[in-house]
């Protein structure tokens, strides 16, 4: 998936993604793990939280554990639960950080920034928890409009025909990469 030749459709899709980027990059946006929950929240249950399991919009907080427990059927549950992030233990906002890093390297045409050393100074992980993340992280990220990761990273109106080739300059700039 990271290596080779992309197809213009397929860099296409990049570019797109790349449209819906905060305009000051996602730290711009999102400087706090709160507000990155609050993201997730707010795409998970636009309507307000409810049970997984019977949609009851009745629940109590359990602050111990981060688990909400349904009233109604005793089911417990977290926005994690019915995500990518499930079993993961990383902060949202390197997840949401290495999205964007994704999405600006592929949108360039540039693959051969996307080590995993480079992904993991992004994330802020060691090298094999960034190495699993990118890599299931690029699989979601190739669905139709992202995914999971497409609609946490992506807040603008996606449109390819305002595709900003300079992301990558300054992504480049704020991490420090060195590419040429």
Known sequence: MLKGVFSQTTRDHWKLLSTGLPEGGIESLFATEIECVERMEALLWPEGRDCPRCRSKKFWL??????????????Q????????????????????????????????GRTEIQTI????????????PARDLRSSM???????????????????????????????????AHYGFDVD
């Open 62 to 75: 359990i602050k111990e554990r981060n688990l909400y427990e349904c009233a109604n059927c005793s089911h």
């Open 77 to 108: 549950f977290s926005p994690w639960s019915s995500t990518p992030m499930a079993k993961r233990k990383v902060g949202l906002k390197s997840c949401m950080l290495g999205a964007e890093f994704l999405i600006v390297t592929m949108a360039a």
């Open 138 to 172: 690029c699989e979601e990220l190739s669905k139709l409009f992202g995914g999971f990761w497409g609609g946490m990273v992506c807040v603008n109106e996606m449109d390819i025909t305002h595709y900003v080739e300079d992301r990558l300059d300054a992504l480049r």
């Open 117 to 128: 050393q480079k992904f993991a100074k992004v994330t802020g992980l060691s090298y094999r």
